[in-house]
């Protein structure tokens, strides 16, 4: 459904990624790893057409992402994104944010986005918030309507950029939990995360960053519990100590 090929992204002189090749198929779980500064929040802004890159290609479903093309709006929508801020509109209701995409970004009935962004909030256990707004909401609420908004578009597939670093620690679980929920739909998912015992449950496969490149990638069992590279032996040593 997605794929990276050779990729290559600076800003000014800094090079973020170089030589990023990824490929994500229908209904595949991906989590992305790796120290801060790594690149993992650039390859999804880069798939998902939020920036441009300057070598190399990026496609969804056939289509190549071109931030300059006419139709990156309508590729946008098939590619949810949720972020590490919630960035939910404070004066707009919890249903409200829901419907946003729907209603003005498709032109959907209003009645019909409404009944949707219910059943999504529900769905996301938030179905006596609907009125609320977000100032009234804990962190891990309002990231269960920013994932509720995403899957309100419809998506073939969502990015998740460390949809938990944001929040208390107390509060993950239930972020996670939605998030499982959908990998086992059969949602196409790639997941920036520090959160390993997620990625060792619910990835189909597992990618460590490192200096803008993907150093080493397979199966998050092999991945998390027998790393060949040091540089991912060092890092998930830091990581599970910490």
Do not use: W
């Not at 990824?22 to 802004?45: A, F, N, Y």
């Not at 190399?56 to 972020?83: C, P, Q, W, Y």
């Not at 918030?129 to 891990?140: E, H, M, N, R, T």
């Not at 998050?220 to 910490?242: G, K, M």
Request: charged share 25%.
């Amino acid at each position: 459904m997605i794929i990276v090929d050779n990729v290559h992204k600076s800003f000014g002189a800094t090079k973020v990624l170089e030589g990023v090749s990824l490929e994500v198929q229908s209904g595949e779980v991906v989590c992305l790893i790796g120290p801060s500064g790594s690149g993992k929040s650039t390859v999804l802004r880069c798939v998902n057409g939020l920036e441009s890159y300057d070598e190399g290609e990026i496609a969804i479903n056939g289509r190549r992402v071109d931030v300059k093309s006419a139709d990156i709006h309508e590729l946008r929508t098939r590619v949810g994104m949720v972020f590490q801020r919630f960035n939910l509109f404070p004066h707009r209701s919890v249903v409200e944010n829901v419907m946003e995409g729907p209603v003005y970004v498709k032109g959907e009935p209003r009645d019909a986005a409404h009944r949707h962004a219910v059943e999504l909030l529900e769905k996301v256990g938030l179905g006596d918030k609907i009125d609320a707004y977000p100032q009234q909401l804990s962190g891990g609420q309002q990231q269960r309507v920013a994932i509720a908004r995403a899957l309100a578009m419809r998506p073939e597939a969502i990015l998740f950029d460390e949809p938990t670093s944001a929040l208390d620690p107390e509060l993950v679980g239930d972020v996670l939990a939605v998030m499982r929920a959908l990998a086992d739909e059969g949602m196409t998912m790639v997941v920036v995360t520090h959160e390993m015992s997620f990625a060792k449950e619910v990835a189909d496969r597992v990618c460590f960053l490192y200096g803008g490149q993907i150093v080493e990638e397979g199966s998050a069992e092999r991945v998390l519990s027998n790393p060949q590279n040091e540089r991912t032996q060092d890092f998930l040593r830091r990581v599970l100590n910490h």
